[in-house]
């Protein structure tokens, strides 16, 4: 299977534990985005990355959210002493640049994280 | 930053075309309109995307005026397995360029025999 792929699929934490999420995009792509999606809402953006330049980032993620993509390839999605109200499926999706514009992003099965 | 609002719901029958709109009246002038579909415990899936006047590929189409503060996603014929909740997302796609990506609230489409 050459989709993305999200690490680990299911999480569950404690209240104030840190968590750590990982994306591996389709090879080739390079943009990468993250989404929060929880139940009977649209994915709510959180950031994303073209290579391993963040080109943009929501508010969320100069709290407790942070992102990286080092190389260019996997990302990494932390949060920090989390609370019950990050309970959420985290999406990742990326795309590939066509002639000069990213059109469709292929989005992974998620992570749902449940914070106890 | 683009707002967009879809209506919650909506029902068919099969056989029938579904029209869903999405109203975006802050969309910038880099802003893209993408349609996904998106299926329980699944991640979206890529529909169809425009910036102006009419796009149509093989599975629907998109209509989007020339004030562009609105879209139109059209289903031709659905069947059964097009129930599904379906969303519209503003955003900037071309090479550097930063922007926010907007999600609207999404559309349950249940669709009838």
């Known amino acids: 299977d050459t989709g993305v792929s999200q690490n680990p699929r299911h999480k569950i934490t404690k209240r104030g534990q840190n968590v750590t999420f990982r994306c591996d995009p389709i090879?080739?792509?390079?943009?990468l985005y993250w989404y929060r999606q929880t139940l009977g809402q649209g994915p709510e953006f959180l950031t994303y990355f073209q290579n391993e330049a963040q080109l943009e980032k929501s508010r969320l993620l100069s709290d407790r959210f942070s992102a990286e993509r080092p190389k260019g390839s996997f990302s990494t999605l932390e949060i920090q002493r989390t609370e019950q109200g990050d309970s959420a499926m985290y999406l990742c999706a990326s795309s590939f640049k066509g002639n000069s514009s990213y059109n469709e992003q292929f989005f992974g099965p998620g992570t749902r994280l449940t914070v106890l | 930053l683009a707002k967009t609002t879809q209506p919650i719901s909506m029902d068919s029958y099969e056989g029938q075309e579904v029209n869903i709109t999405c109203s975006h009246n802050n969309i910038a002038t880099n802003d893209y309109i993408t349609w996904y579909q998106q299926f329980p415990s699944q991640g979206p899936r890529f529909i169809i995307q425009g910036y102006k006047t009419k796009v149509t590929n093989e599975v629907a189409s998109l209509f989007i005026p020339a004030d562009r503060k609105s879209s139109t996603l059209s289903l031709p014929r659905v069947s059964l397995s097009d129930t599904a909740v379906y969303y519209c997302?503003?955003?900037?796609?071309?090479?550097?360029?930063?922007?926010?990506?907007?999600f609207g609230q999404g559309t349950e489409l249940s669709v009838k025999p």
């Open positions: 997302l503003v955003g900037p796609i071309l090479y550097n360029q930063g922007g926010k990506l907007i």
């Open positions: 090879s080739e792509h390079n943009r």
